[in-house]
């Protein structure tokens, strides 16, 4: 299993932008079950019910068959959708995009009504169903005394952070306090050497222009699928 881990974590560092996930999970000890043939993987994290699959549907899909969980969220490429629909079904399917933001792309816009919820260095932990999420850092905006809107990271290493969380009150959205909540933890994250990852669903129009009016660009996509074991 050593060499195995060893292997498919040579493989995913060609691109840790587009892996981050599954190298965090694989980085930080979360039992997993791994099945490797570069370039076909199936990565399985049976404590959260969650599958990472990609490369060539040849060589991919018989690693489906070793799946015994009645219900999973699969994090796949495309081309996988129809074949998936063999051994499962398919409950609902999502497009992410994932975004990156480059140092000297960023257009920062800044409020001083935001300010940290957490001192950098001191994380905080959510439970998510079974998996356990960790904030490294967390925005809010005030207005007054009031909190409006927040937002933090998670899946956070020395290298990049995804920034998550995000949520302004309903009665205050449309004004910009999100953006002005995401520019202070990129400018958090920057501080500290590390890259900003955005991920959003395609369907969130607002949420994508967010991004990239602070400097985003789009670097890849790929699909969340849930579905139950078939029989």
Known sequence: MNEQLTAILEFFERDTIANFEILYHLQSGQEARIMFRDPSYLIELPSARKVFLGGEPESAMPFLRSLSLPSYLIHTEY???QPLKISFIVREVEMYLVYVLKEENFV????????????RGSPISYQVGQEKI??????????????????????????????AW??????????????????????D???????PIYRV???????????EKLGFQLHSRFFYVSVKLKG
């Open 108 to 119: 920062p816009v800044r409020d001083a009504r935001v300010r940290p919820l957490i001192p």
């Open 134 to 163: 960790s904030l490294e850092t967390f925005y809010g905006l005030f207005l007054g005394d009031k909190l409006v809107s927040y937002g933090g990271t998670q899946f956070e290493t020395e290298k990049w952070a995804e920034i």
């Open 201 to 211: 669903s395609a369907e969130n129009i607002a949420s994508r222009r967010l991004a």
């Open 166 to 187: 995000l949520k302004t009150e309903e009665e205050h959205r449309g004004k910009g306090y999100g953006l002005k909540v995401v520019s202070a933890i990129v400018e």
């Open 79 to 81: 081309n996988f959708l």
């Open 189 to 195: 994250l920057l501080r500290e050497g590390k890259v």
